[in-house]
């Protein structure tokens, strides 16, 4: 460094024909189908929620869902309904898994 002066620093040489494109185009492929999977389920949640209004009613009114109201203060942790999303959402996802290993 002369006078101030900031060198670039060297790129590292990478050979012809070492397959990282391949990489990159099967990660953004995979990234790609993995939106889309996540698109298509917050839809059907969405007209799932559109048609039967009442679905989530249970959300926060199970034993275990803490609710603290005082004066201007409301606070409210869904403990045990929280317990029951990830129950659900691990065998869905166990499932989808599963599903797409056969297939």
Do not use: H, Q
Request: glycine share 12%.
């Amino acid at each position: 460094m002369r006078g101030g002066a900031l060198e670039p620093c060297p790129r590292p040489s990478v050979p012809e024909g070492s397959g990282d494109g391949v990489r990159l185009e099967g990660l953004n492929s995979l990234m790609a189908r993995t939106l889309i999977f996540v698109g298509l389920v917050i839809l059907a949640l969405g007209l799932v929620l559109l048609a039967f209004p009442k679905a989530l009613a249970w959300f926060g009114a199970l034993p275990g869902d803490l609710r603290y109201e005082r004066g201007g203060t409301r606070v409210f942790v869904p403990i045990t309904s929280m317990i029951v999303v990830s129950v659900l959402l691990t065998f869905l996802l166990n499932g989808v898994l599963w599903l797409l290993r056969r297939f």
